[in-house]
C-alpha cells in the first residue's frame, strides 16, 4: 500500500465507518520483520536528515505543511470517516496540525542552535557552549480520538530537531496516517517519515526495536506496559495519557460563557478528548443557575444528518465504560440534570449532566471518554481546587472567573500541565506552548520549545583558550594551589547570611 513499508502479517486491519458500519479500508498488519526493516531504513535516512542545516530542514517541513494543506479535504474526510466525527472539526484538526507543524519547523534554529554559556569566574581560560542534536530514529504511537493533531505534536517536533520519525497509527485509524506519509514522499525520496499500520503487537515491536525514543499517547495502563519495555533498552519515553479535567466556576463568573464552553469541553468529539470537561466545581451560589444553563445548551444539540453536533464513539466498546460510570454515578446518590443510563444506545451517546455526584464515585476518579460532565457545588474556591487535584490525573484544567488575579492564582495551584482561564482547550491551538502532563497523566513535553528540546540530547561543549593560573585539573597539583583553593572557598561562596 503507498506509503507504508515493510510487508504485511497474514491478516489486514479492517476499518468501518463508526457511523454506519460501511467499509472505509484495509491496511496490512506489519510483523516484526517488516517493523525491524523500516527501522533500519529511518536509521540510515535520519543519518542525511541530521546532517541537513536547520534551513533545509524548514524548507522540507514547510514544503510537506504545503501538500498537506492543499489535500486538506481528503485528510479531514479519511479522519471523519475512520474516527465518526463530523466533517467540520475533522478539518479544524487539520488546521490546528498544520499551525504547529509551522512553528516546529520555523523556531528549530533559534531552539536548538549551538550557543555560548557563560563559563563562570574560576574558568576565564575556557570558553563554553551548548548545542542540541537528535536522538536519531523516534519511534511514535498515535491515538485515535484526534489521530492527526495528536500524534502530529510529537512528529512534527521530532522531525525539526532532526529526527527520522517511525510513525505507528492507532488500529482505528490508520487511514490518515498513510496520507502524511504519500504527502511526506512528495517533497523528498529519502524515509525520514515512514509509517507502519498494525495492532498492539506491532506497537510493541516498533517499541523494542531500538527506536532512540518513543512518544506514546494513549492510556495510562499502556502507557505503563510501553515504559517497562523501554526500560528494558533503557530508551527514553514521552508519555501523553488520560486526564479527568476539572473545571472550576468561581461565584463571580461569566456563568454564559462558562456554560458554553463546558457544552463544547465535555461534549465536543463526543467527549472523548484526554483535554476536555470531565468534572466542574462551581461556588454554591452559583450551582443551580449554572446547571440550567449547561442543561439548556445541550438540550440544543441535534444529532441529525450533517449538522449533528458530535458522532458515534469511534471505540465500540467506550460505551460499556460510560455506562458504567453513569450507572455508579446515580448507585451512589448522585442525579442526573439530563440524560441518564436511556442515553446509551451502543456507541451512540446523547449528552448526560450529572450532579451531586460523590467524589469517590467512578465518574469523578476514572476517565470517563464520553459526552457526560459532573457538575458538583462546591463551598470555597479552595475546597475546589482541592477536589479538583484529588485524582491520578493531572493533565488539562480550567477557570472561570471575572477576577483576574484570581484565575492566575487558582490555575496555579491547579494540579495539571495546561490551565486555560475563561476558556478550554485554549492552549491547543497556541504552538509556543509546551503540552503535557503529571501523574497518571504521563510526563514529558510537546509543543513548543520544550517540545523542540524533548526530541534533542543536549551537547555541551567546553573549549581551554589558555593556561590557567591554578593548575588543578593534574595529579600533581602544588601546595601553593591548594592552598590557594582553601581561601577562595569561602571567599567565592561563604557569602550567604545564616538563618536566624
Known amino acids: 500500500m503507498t506509503g507504508l513499508s515493510g510487508t504485511k502479517d497474514d491478516a489486514d486491519l479492517v476499518i468501518l465507518n463508526p457511523r454506519d458500519g460501511s467499509l472505509v479500508a484495509s491496511y496490512p498488519i506489519l510483523d516484526q520483520e517488516a517493523v525491524t526493516a523500516t527501522v533500519s531504513s529511518a536509521r540510515q535516512a535520519a543519518s542525511w536528515w541530521a546532517a541537513q542545516d536547520f534551513a533545509a530542514r524548514k524548507r522540507l517541513l514547510l514544503a510537506w505543511k504545503a501538500e498537506i494543506a492543499r489535500d486538506a479535504e481528503t485528510i479531514a474526510s479519511s479522519i471523519a470517516a475512520e474516527t465518526g466525527k463530523p466533517a467540520g472539526d475533522a478539518l479544524l484538526e487539520v488546521m490546528l496540525t498544520l499551525g504547529h507543524l509551522d512553528w516546529a519547523a520555523k523556531n528549530a534554529k533559534k531552539t536548538l542552535r549551538r550557543r555560548r554559556m557563560p563559563a563562570g569566574l574560576m574558568n576565564y581560560n575556557q570558553s563554553a557552549s551548548l548545542g542540541y542534536q537528535p536522538f536519531g530514529v523516534v519511534g511514535v504511537i498515535g491515538p485515535w480520538n484526534y489521530p492527526l493533531y495528536t500524534p502530529m505534536g510529537s512528529i512534527s517536533y521530532a522531525l525539526a530537531a532532526g529526527n527520522a520519525v517511525v510513525f505507528k ?172 443510563p436511556e442515553s446509551i444506545s451502543g456507541r451512540r451517546v446523547t449528552p448526560i449532566v450529572l450532579t451531586d455526584v460523590p467524589e469517590e464515585s467512578l465518574s469523578i476518579q476514572q476517565e470517563t471518554f464520553g459526552p457526560t460532565v459532573v457538575i458538583n457545588r462546591v463551598e470555597s474556591i479552595d475546597d475546589a481546587i482541592a477536589r479538583a487535584n484529588a485524582t491520578a490525573y493531572g493533565l488539562g484544567a480550567a477557570v472561570f472567573t471575572r477576577d483576574k488575579r484570581l484565575g492566575l492564582a487558582i490555575a496555579e495551584q491547579l494540579r495539571a500541565g495546561a490551565v486555560t482561564v475563561n476558556s478550554v482547550l485554549g492552549f491547543a491551538s497556541i504552538p509556543a506552548l509546551p503540552f503535557g502532563g503529571v501523574g497518571g497523566s504521563g510526563f514529558g513535553r510537546i509543543h513548543g520549545a520544550n517540545g ?19 593548575n588543578l585539573l593534574t595529579m600533581d597539583r602544588s601546595e601553593r594551589d591548594m592552598n590557594l583553593v582553601s581561601r577562595l572557598i569561602p571567599l567565592l561562596h561563604g557569602r550567604g547570611k545564616p538563618r536566624n
Open 452 to 470: 523542540l528540546l524533548e526530541f534533542s540530547v543536549a551537547k555541551s561543549i567546553a573549549r581551554q583558550n589558555r593556561k590557567a593560573a591554578l
Open 169 to 340: 497509527p492507532s488500529e482505528l485509524t490508520p487511514g490518515v496516517a498513510t496520507l502524511l506519509a504519500e504527502k511526506w514522499q512528495q517533497v523528498c525520496p529519502e524515509p525520514v517519515f515512514q509509517v507502519v499500520t498494525g495492532d498492539r503487537r506491532t506497537g510493541d515491536v516498533l517499541v523494542r526495536s531500538e527506536v532512540d525514543k518513543v512518544a506514546f499517547t494513549g492510556s495510562t495502563a499502556t502507557a505503563k506496559k510501553i515504559m517497562a519495555a523501554c526500560a528494558e533498552s533503557l530508551t527514553p519515553l514521552v508519555a501523553e495519557c488520560g486526564g479527568k479535567d476539572a473545571l472550576i466556576v468561581a461565584a463571580d463568573a461569566d456563568l454564559q460563557a462558562a456554560a458554553d464552553f463546558i457544552v463544547f469541553g465535555a461534549m465536543g468529539n463526543a467527549g472523548q478528548t484526554c483535554v476536555g470537561v470531565e468534572r466542574v466545581y462551581v461556588e454554591a451560589q452559583v450551582h443551580r443557575k449554572l446547571l440550567e444553563l449547561v442543561v439548556a445548551g445541550v438540550a440544543k444539540l441535534s444529532f441529525e444528518g450533517d449538522g449533528a453536533a458530535y458522532g458515534p464513539l469511534t471505540l465500540g466498546s467506550q460505551a460499556e465504560v460510560v455506562s458504567a460510570h453513569v450507572a455508579d454515578a446515580l448507585e451512589r446518590g448522585g442525579r442526573a440534570a439530563w440524560g441518564g
